[in-house]
Every structure is written in structure tokens, then in C-alpha cells.
């Protein structure tokens, strides 16, 4: 699934946003650096079927839906970089580290359901210590724990 960030400014020091700020569950956020700049970022919920797919580009829809969300905060200054990746989502929302059952010798590490900040680096810990000890990998993280419509097997 595709996921859209802006990143506004600089020089419009006239607006002041406070903490950085998340809405709608965390799908819409925005965030203002101490020189001023500002990113907006997400909106993929209000064009999900739009937003499924491989290609890394970012989509008018979603860029029509950040810079309204711009104006709403009253920011003024010119869009600096536009910018979107793919996320890669599990069936359950939990990360996938360890072997492929269907495919000997071949490791899996990602899945992180667009929170790789949080689960990367525990995810990656735990096949460390596979291939390092032979540490069994945690059911959570096996791509073997839950096979079924859209499984990684
Ligand atoms: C716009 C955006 C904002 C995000 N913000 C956050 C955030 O604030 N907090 C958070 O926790 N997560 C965030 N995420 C999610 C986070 O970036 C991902 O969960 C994480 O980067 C996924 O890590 P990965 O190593 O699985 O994949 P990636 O980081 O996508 O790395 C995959 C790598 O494989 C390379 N590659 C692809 N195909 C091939 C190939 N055929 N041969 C060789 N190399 C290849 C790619 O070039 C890339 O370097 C965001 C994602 C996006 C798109």
C-alpha cells in the first residue's frame, strides 16, 4: 500500500503548530521542525482503493487531500518535496522475520504494516539470534504462524 508525506517550507515562521499531532487513528499527522518547516503526511484512508498497489509515486488524490490539509493549518509556504513509498502489510499486523516454508533457504524480514520504526529493529533481533544461536524464532514473528487468504507461506 502507498503512503504520501509532504514536507513544506521553509520560511513560513509565521506559523506556529505546536507538538507534532496525529488524527483519524493515526492516518493523518503533521509535524513542524524548530526552523519552521512543516510535514503533513498520510490520508491514504480517504482513498484506500486508490492507494493498494506497487508503483512509488505520489497520487493526485492524496496530494489534493495534503494541501487542504496545509491551508486547514494555515501554513502558506511552498511545497518543498512531495514524496510517497510502499508499506508492506501482514494479514495480522505483525511482522514477518524468519525462513519461508515454501522456499528453503530463503529469509523473511519485513512486514512491518507501516510501523518499521517500532517493530524493526525487534524483528530483526529476533532472526539475528536465529542465525547467530540457532535461537527458535517467537511465533509472532514466524512467516509460518498463520497461513491463510493473503499469508506469507
Ligand atoms: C512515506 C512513509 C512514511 C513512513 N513513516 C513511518 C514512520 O513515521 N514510522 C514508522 O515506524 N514507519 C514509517 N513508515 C514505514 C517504514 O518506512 C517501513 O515499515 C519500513 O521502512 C519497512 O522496512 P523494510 O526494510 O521492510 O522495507 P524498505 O525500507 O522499503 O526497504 C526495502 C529495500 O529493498 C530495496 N529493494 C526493493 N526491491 C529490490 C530488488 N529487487 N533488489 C534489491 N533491492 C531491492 C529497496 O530499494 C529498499 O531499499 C513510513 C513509510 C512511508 C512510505
Known amino acids: 500500500m502507498r503512503h504520501t508525506d509532504h514536507g513544506y517550507g521553509p520560511g513560513d515562521r509565521g506559523t506556529t503548530l505546536g507538538p507534532p499531532a496525529y488524527a483519524e487513528w493515526g492516518y493523518r499527522y503533521w509535524r513542524q521542525l ?34 487542504g490539509e496545509l491551508r486547514d493549518l494555515g501554513v502558506s ?46 524483528a530483526a533481533r529476533g532472526l539475528v539470534a536465529h ?10 514473528l514466524d512467516p509460518a504462524r498463520a497461513p491463510g487468504p493473503g499469508a506469507v507461506v
Not at 91 to 99: K, N, Q
Not at 131 to 140: E, S
Open 34 to 67: 524548530s526552523d519552521g518547516c512543516v510535514l503533513v503526511g498520510g490520508m491514504r484512508h480517504r482513498a484506500r482503493a486508490e492507494e493498494v498497489g506497487t508503483v512509488c509515486l505520489p497520487t493526485a488524490t492524496i496530494q489534493t487531500f495534503l494541501d
Open 77 to 122: 509556504a511552498p511545497v518543498g518535496h512531495r514524496w510517497a513509498g510502499i508499506m508492506g502489510f501482514s494479514p495480522d499486523g505483525l511482522p514477518l522475520a524468519g525462513p519461508l516454508p515454501s522456499s528453503p533457504g530463503v529469509l523473511l524480514l519485513g512486514g512491518y504494516t507501516g510501523h518499521g520504526m517500532g517493530f524493526a529493529v525487534h
Open 131 to 140: 542465525l547467530v544461536d540457532g535461537t527458535p524464532i517467537p511465533r509472532w
